[in-house]
């Protein structure tokens, strides 16, 4: 495990950074990305209202936008009433990464980076030294996909998965074409796809595969010009259950910290 995590480390230093992928603009359907990031932290908040009492009055906060159109969070929750005083604060904010962000040196802050994308999450939660409190910052991931995804269109090189059909039988290998595309406007100098650069990940745990087009072994590395294409054919382990299953794909080689990742997506039956 560590001599793969180790092998991605170096696949990074390796990649020519020279590559130009298109300039990142922040505008409207940027700010509509990010407050769909922000409704879904809004929504968990609210859910999460019946466990944590701390949160029994977050619809009475009223959001408000920032200069750059998306929603800004600022909560304070305060019971001096109680046996036990509670005192609660939680904010949280997407603005540029260049930004300083309004809850900066704040008790419990945090910041997440979207490189290619140029912002960041940024947050802060101060439960006022309570050991049990709802803690925003361990949910932060989740609720930033839909900026990560956006990222993928900003990569100077594309991931692309494709099945050799859309419907396997129990016990069935599946097997399906990987293709990197050069999106960019320079040529591009990458690592073979094999079973060391190309991770795949089912239910959160690595998924099996082994690389079957003879023609693709024992090239260490190749070149490909804006618009050229490579594809290698892969088959991976068998599902002993009938489901809809979805595999994520992620490529070794990172651009500004992004690796390429996609979805193979296909329907295992019982015959």
């Given at each position: 495990m560590y001599i793969k995590l180790l092998y991605i480390l170096l696949c990074g230093l390796f990649f020519c950074s020279m590559a130009n992928a298109q300039e990142?603009?922040?505008n409207e359907g940027t700010a509509s990305a990010c407050n769909l990031a922000m409704d879904q932290i809004?929504?968990?908040?609210?859910k999460m209202k019946k466990i944590y009492k701390e949160l029994s009055n977050f619809?009475?906060?009223?959001?408000?936008?920032?200069k750059y159109g998306v929603k800004t969070f600022d909560y304070k929750y305060e019971d001096f009433d109680s046996r036990r005083p509670l005192k609660y604060q939680l904010g949280v904010e997407v603005i540029k990464s260049i930004d300083k962000s309004s809850f900066s040196g704040k008790e419990g802050y945090f910041q997440r980076e979207l490189p290619l994308l140029g912002v960041k999450l940024a947050g802060f939660v101060d439960a006022g030294g309570r050991q049990r409190f709802f803690d925003l910052e361990q949910y932060i991931e989740d609720?930033?996909?839909a900026l990560w995804n956006i990222q993928q269109d900003y990569l100077p090189y594309k991931l692309m998965l494709k099945p050799e059909k859309e419907i396997y039988a129990i016990g069935e290998d599946i097997s399906f074409k990987v293709t990197l595309k050069n999106t960019g406007r320079q040529i591009l100098k990458f690592k073979d796809l094999n079973e060391n650069t190309v991770f795949f990940l089912y239910g959160g745990k690595p998924w099996g595969i082994k690389r079957t087009n003879e023609s693709a072994k024992d090239i260490a590395d190749f070149y490909l010009k804006p618009g050229e294409i490579r594809t290698t054919i892969f088959k991976g382990d068998a599902f002993n259950m009938p489901k809809d299953v979805e595999i994520e794909c992620t490529y070794a080689l990172?651009?500004?910290g992004v690796r390429p990742s996609g979805i193979l997506k296909v329907k295992v039956i019982r015959e």
């Open positions: 990142f603009q922040f809004y929504d968990h908040i609210v619809e009475q906060m009223v959001p408000v936008k920032n609720f930033g996909k990172p651009y500004k």
